[in-house]
């Protein structure tokens, strides 16, 4: 039995959104790894300082003027490694779902994806040491790499979990 062409048109919408979202990834990591030293600093620390204030709103933490430089700048660092792994978590999740919506065998996505992600974000450090103030880090590097192992872990199972219940309804 054929699929149906309401379907057919969903999956085909659903690739060209994975291919866009791939494409908006890959210009943010573009955006973000181009800020100065400042730049980026000043970012992650405003997103830290809304973070902290959210928080404290939520009473979380006790607000405390005192101690609210010294929570930033903790903050500030793991901030930053994590914005990493989510940036490169979403881009080889939106790569695995377009390569595999495209036709792309699961093998194949799987290590395209890898392979893929990898690269970009081998670039993404090398181009940061053309940046002013900035450089290339191995630990950005192992927080990219962490991303893109959890988005394909996730895929993963997913697959695995649509095989399972698709044998189960057999």
């Given amino acids: 039995m054929g699929m149906k062409w309401r379907e057919y048109d969903h999956l ?16 943010m990591i573009f955006a973000l790894s181009s800020q100065t030293a400042v730049e980026s ?9 809304m973070i902290l204030k959210a928080a404290e ?9 005192s101690e609210n430089a010294h929570r930033i700048a903790l903050m500030n660092q793991q901030l930053r490694q994590l914005a990493h792994t989510f940036v ?9 779902k377009a390569l ?25 450090e090398w181009h940061q040491a053309y940046v002013p103030g900035r450089g290339k880090e191995i ?9 893109i192992l959890l988005a394909v872990m996730l895929c993963l199972s997913g697959q695995f979990a649509g095989k399972m219940a698709n044998k189960k309804a057999s």
């Fill in 100 to 124: 595999s919506r495209s036709g792309t065998c699961l093998p194949a996505s799987l290590v395209l994806t890898l392979l893929l992600s990898c690269i970009l974000a081998g670039l993404d």
């Fill in 12 to 27: 085909k919408g659903y690739k060209v959104f994975a291919w866009i979202m791939v494409l908006a990834s890959i210009i």
């Fill in 139 to 147: 630990k950005d590097f192992v927080s990219d790499a962490l991303g």
């Fill in 41 to 49: 600093d000043g970012t992650s620390k405003w997103v830290t300082k």
């Fill in 57 to 65: 709103q939520l009473g979380l933490v006790e607000s405390s003027t």
């Fill in 88 to 96: 490169y978590f979403v881009f080889s999740f939106f790569l695995f």
